[in-house]
């Protein structure tokens, strides 16, 4: 406390801060509990919160299984089933305190140790409706039908034109998507240009689409990266508690190199904003020579 010089007011300054083991200054406000309750509740809380955490050894365990035997990628899960493991002998887990807590921190933690977004942990009161309704990668009546008319498959020799290879881990199945025999009505043509143009929102069927177009060489992608992760996935309890992980099944081989798809989503050839991306198009086909009827 310092007197002010010549009047009778004094005025308290702060002399000395704290810093934290990241090199944080405290700032003022107070600490927020992990857990807000009304303070003639916190004995009874702290109780609830150690039975909790006595569990959470096993939950990790129940996780690592799951991932083991169902994600995709099975020497990703075993390396994402001993960091969460050493994570939670480090103390990681100490700040959570009730399923809706421990389920983000776990996305956070299954991202980052996988590189896969569409690996997720919810807390769910109730048995969630996906739990019996698993994602798929589409089938090639879904795929198939509309890179086939793209081709003119009457020309092409036995066997028909393979797309892709579904690998489903659950059942360790490696099932071929090839082009259909039969289309209706009339055939795009095979030298005729496709573009495609992707945004960060494209997936599912679309996704699978351009990808398969790609990997062909039947086309030219416009636009942004896809949204990545052509795996299906299934949702799993995690043991008896009311936390579910979504975690991909089955990967996509393929057609022409045989290695799996990425995760990350699919590159297009011509990198342009979305809402540039038929713009972009309509230049490139502009600069292009113009085909004759012959070689349509």
């Not at 921190?105 to 977004?117: C, I, M, N, R």
């Not at 979305?274 to 349509?296: D, F």
Request: charged content about 20%.
């Amino acid at each position: 406390m310092f007197q002010i010089e010549g009047t009778g007011l004094a005025i308290t300054v702060p002399v000395i801060n704290f810093i934290d083991n990241n090199g944080e200054c405290w700032l003022g406000g107070g600490l927020v509990p992990d857990a807000i309750v009304l303070a003639e509740e916190a004995v009874d809380h702290f109780h609830e919160i150690a039975d909790f955490h006595k569990g959470l050894r096993s939950l990790m365990e129940v996780i690592g299984e799951l991932l083991e035997k169902h994600y995709a990628i099975h020497e990703v899960a075993l390396q994402v089933s001993k960091v969460l493991l050493s994570k939670w002998a480090e103390g990681h887990y100490w700040s959570v305190v009730d399923f809706e807590s421990l389920a983000s921190q776990l996305t956070s933690d299954l991202q980052e140790a996988s590189g896969d977004h569409r690996l997720h942990v919810f807390h769910c009161d109730v048995e969630p409706e996906t739990i019996h309704d698993p994602g798929r990668i589409p089938t090639a009546e879904e795929v198939g039908y509309i890179i086939d008319a793209l081709f003119k498959t009457e020309l092409l020799p036995e066997p028909l034109r393979h797309l892709y290879t579904i690998f489903d881990r659950t059942t360790t199945t490696m099932t071929e998507v090839m082009t259909l025999p039969h289309v209706r009505g009339q055939r795009y043509g095979s030298s005729k240009d496709v573009y495609i143009l992707t945004s960060h929102m494209t997936g599912s069927a679309a996704e699978v689409f351009t990808r398969t177009m790609k990997d062909l060489n039947r086309a030219t992608i416009i636009g942004e990266p896809t949204i990545g992760g052509s795996l299906s996935s299934g949702t799993y309890q995690i043991g008896d508690s009311t936390l579910y992980a979504s975690i991909p099944n089955q990967a996509v081989l393929s057609a022409t190199t045989g290695k799996m798809w990425s995760v990350s989503g699919v590159e297009p050839h011509v990198f342009a904003q979305a809402r540039n991306a038929l713009h972009v198009a309509q230049k490139l086909i502009e600069a292009k020579p113009l085909k004759t009827e012959n070689s349509q």
